[in-house]
């Protein structure tokens, strides 16, 4: 994954004077289009965008410490790192990371998903469209209503759900403690 991660790194800082591919993916199917051409044996294309050397400089202590094998090995098995990741699911779903969106879009976009995050699609939904004097539709209502239904039903089956897991290694924890005496007479 360390590998992974700073391939992205070479990859958004190369450009045509510069070009660093080695670590990315190869193949015909490979997301670095640079060794995607490559592999099917066209030429190379040019780099899109073109990084200054400072930008350069600036991301590299960032996409190391992205890198650190200790933050790495937190996120095996797709576990979770913080419960921002739900909000942050929602702003993407709003303005994904695969596409460039200026700043006004992403601050709109995380402007909403607060808003859907804290007070629920229905309610967001709507004092949006009031704001730009629009109104709400029956249809557009009941489908809000029904990602919220299913948002809480589904928070709520993974809060069950780790309650669950939490009572069982307590219970295990105790029992585990309840054969062995932490006290005897004469023992100490």
């Not at 095996?76 to 909000?87: C, D, H, I, M, V």
């Not at 897991?165 to 309840?178: N, Y």
């Amino acid at each position: 994954m360390h590998k992974a991660v700073m391939a992205t790194y070479y990859h958004v800082t190369s450009n045509d004077a510069v070009s660093n591919h080695s670590l990315c993916p190869t193949g015909p199917d490979s997301w670095c289009r640079h060794n995607a051409a490559k592999a099917k044996g066209e030429p190379a294309p040019k780099h899109r965008y073109n990084l200054p050397p400072h930008v350069c400089e600036a991301l590299l202590p960032v996409y190391e410490r992205l890198a650190d094998h200790k933050l790495l090995e937190r996120c095996q098995r797709g576990k979770t790192q913080n419960s921002n990741e739900s909000l942050h699911s929602v702003i993407w779903s709003l303005a994904p990371k695969e596409r460039h969106a200026s700043l006004h879009s992403v601050e709109a976009a995380v402007a909403e998903a607060v808003m859907r995050f804290n007070a629920g699609s229905q309610l967001a939904s709507s004092k949006i469209l009031q704001e730009l004097n629009m109104t709400v539709g029956a249809l557009s209502s009941t489908r809000m209503a029904e990602k919220d239904r299913r948002r809480t039903k589904d928070s709520s089956r993974r809060r069950t759900s780790a309650e669950n897991v939490q009572r069982t290694l307590k219970k295990r924890h105790l029992g585990g403690a309840s054969s062995q005496d932490d006290y005897a007479a004469g023992a100490y």
